[in-house]
């Protein structure tokens, strides 16, 4: 655990290189764990899990997690200096972590992709 948080597992976001705290893979930054502070309205528990930054338009990404029974949901937002867009709920796991882990399998390209798809 870093900053009380859970280390992502093996995943795009997992295999970053380090660097001053922040880290960059294709596109896709990582703050330090420690510095991890949620500012989605809708999504006050969203956890920051980095940023997508292309042809100078950046984005802040969060994962949303919620109880659904014995499951957990969870959701990307992602939001800019202008605008904040939401997925559809498209993470149904057994637990946060796994959420999580499922998240970290996308790549900064599938996430353009998610976000371009809430246009």
């Given at each position: 655990?870093?900053?009380?948080?859970?280390?992502?597992?093996?995943?795009?976001?997992?295999?970053w290189?380090?660097?001053?705290?922040?880290?960059?893979?294709?596109?896709?930054?990582?703050?330090?764990?420690?510095?991890?502070?949620?500012?989605?309205?809708?999504?006050?528990?969203?956890?920051?899990?980095?940023?997508?930054?292309?042809?100078?338009t950046?984005?802040?990404?969060?994962?949303?997690?919620?109880?659904?029974?014995?499951?957990?949901?969870?959701?990307?937002?992602?939001?800019?200096?202008?605008?904040?867009?939401?997925?559809?709920?498209?993470?149904?796991?057994?637990?946060?972590?796994?959420?999580?882990?499922?998240?970290?399998?996308?790549?900064?390209?599938?996430?353009?992709k998610?976000?371009?798809?809430?246009?």
């Amino acid at each position: 655990m870093v900053g009380g948080q859970d280390k992502p597992g093996p995943g795009p976001l997992s295999r970053w290189r380090s660097g001053a705290g922040v880290a960059t893979l294709k596109g896709l930054t990582v703050p330090d764990m420690d510095t991890i502070k949620p500012v989605v309205t809708d999504a006050p528990a969203g956890r920051h899990m980095g940023d997508l930054s292309r042809g100078g338009t950046n984005w802040k990404v969060y994962l949303e997690t919620r109880p659904q029974g014995n499951l957990v949901g969870g959701r990307v937002h992602f939001a800019s200096e202008q605008a904040v867009r939401s997925s559809a709920w498209i993470f149904l796991e057994w637990s946060e972590q796994e959420a999580v882990h499922r998240f970290n399998e996308f790549s900064p390209i599938e996430l353009w992709k998610i976000l371009e798809s809430l246009s």
